[in-house]
DNA sequence: TTGAATGCAAACGCTTTGCACTCGG
DNA sequence: CCGAGTGCAAAGCGTTTGCATTCAA
């Protein structure tokens, strides 16, 4: 499941943000920083939770997570996962998202994007913010601004010419 | 809650498709016969849901078409709603939607359409489809065609220019 | 009549919560 | 040390299901 579709930019907080040793320092150590400078205590299992979905861009469920962090033989617990999800997402650190009425994934690529939905799978991919743009675009209720625009493409596979 | 931002393009099954006795006959009527046109058999309930959620354009929860009936002083139960709703979306009907995570909504308006979604109210409101149209759009992964396009644009009251 | 549909309540899957225990600063 | 965080299990909430009863054709 290789993402040749992901999006480029890099879903790091900024790296402003991080004036200290960031150069040599394993992954492990900065996602224990970054949940510092969002006033997150780093314990384990979190640095763990947000290792895993912050480590590269991805969409994940908790339940694939805590599956993840179990494999390794460590132990979590559900409420936890699901506790840290809910923390990270309100900070800021990733984005829940939810095209599928069963669960939420959460993604770690915080910028406003798109995605592509494959309906049988169920697999999310990133659409790159560049490649979608509006020629005509609605007026919006009085009063109201748009938080964000969301576009999401669902696919299927294209059926074979079948001799119809 | 009045919807000037309503689709204009009416829900129902083509005309052609009920030849019969249609010029006079009651809205409940109508709906008994989609049904049937349907294959599903008209019973009190499912003509009452469907009513309720085709009457007009608009999108509602189970709970509400539920609470919609029994203000009425009938009687459904919630199994049957659900039920009865889902075998309409099977059917093509109405539409499931779910933009938000805690409940599905019911949408009267079955071809694809955009919406903004009031992220203070949970309401919904159809965009017209002729008010979005892209000037860029991404390549496709290959194999895959796209099913549905669907824009959500999330919307939040405006900040009034507060003395800042 | 008779299979399909209904109603109720129990079951379900995802997510949250209550509370005692533990750990990080 | 001490409050924030964790783990477990139980509770919640929307939705589905099993089964006896009722209804539409």
């Known amino acids: 499941m290789s993402s040749e579709y992901s999006a480029q930019h ?3 907080v900024d790296p402003s943000a991080d004036p200290s040793s960031n150069q040599g320092t394993p992954t492990r150590d900065r996602i224990a920083q970054q949940l510092h400078l969002h006033g997150l205590k780093p314990t384990h299992q979190r640095v763990r939770v947000a290792e895993i979905l912050m480590a590269a861009p991805t969409h994940m469920t908790a339940e694939q997570i805590l599956a ?14 699901y ?10 650190l990733v984005r829940q998202i ?3 009425p069963e669960r939420s994934v959460y ?3 915080i910028v406003p994007h798109h995605h592509f939905h494959d309906l049988e799978t169920g697999e999310l991919k990133d659409i790159d913010p560049n490649d979608i743009a509006f020629s005509r675009f609605p007026t919006l209720p009085e009063g109201m601004e748009a938080e964000v625009v969301e576009v999401v493409i669902r696919l299927r596979r294209k059926r ?3 001799g119809a």
Chains 1, 2 share one sequence.
């Open 10 to 12: 890099r879903p790091d």
């Open 68 to 81: 993840q962090i179990r494999k390794g033989g460590e132990r979590v617990s559900k409420a936890t996962v």
């Open 83 to 92: 506790n840290t999800l809910k923390v990270l997402a309100q900070r800021g």
């Open 98 to 100: 939810h095209l599928d």
């Open 107 to 109: 993604d770690s690529t």
């Open 160 to 162: 074979a010419a079948d």
